[in-house]
Nanobody, 122 residues
């Protein structure tokens, strides 16, 4: 059974930093695309950053480029999202996801964690 468990969310002031983690189990972690998505109240879920163990650079949404960094530790089966210079508009529930294929559409991703809340105050 595939499981993804996020942690690391919290409340910070604008300009602060947080590091999200997602531990995965139940499948060959290194075979999959991994991604971070977020959903704010009243908004659709959107892709924030994605990564793959193979060739190719990570993807970042324009709104987080230069501030967020996605990485993965295949030995620890863990996905990370380092978030710096946080803004109030980054406030959302953050989810990690996994799939064998890459897509920007959240509906195409099969495996999801339960989410971790990030709140940024001005």
């Amino acid at each position: 059974q595939v499981q993804l468990v996020e942690s690391g969310g919290g409340s910070v002031q604008a300009g602060g930093s947080l590091r999200l983690s997602c531990v995965v189990s139940g499948y060959p972690y290194s075979w999959y695309y991994m991604g971070w998505f977020r959903q704010a109240p009243g908004n659709q879920r959107e892709a924030v950053a994605t990564i793959y163990t193979g060739a190719g650079r990570p993807y970042y949404a324009d709104s987080v480029k230069g501030r967020f960094t996605i990485s993965r530790d295949n030995g620890e089966n863990t996905l990370y999202l380092e978030m710096n210079s946080l803004k109030p508009e980054d406030t959302a529930m953050y989810y990690c996801a996994a799939d064998l294929r890459w897509s920007l559409n959240p509906r195409d991703w099969v495996y999801w964690g339960q989410g971790t809340q990030v709140t940024v105050s001005s």
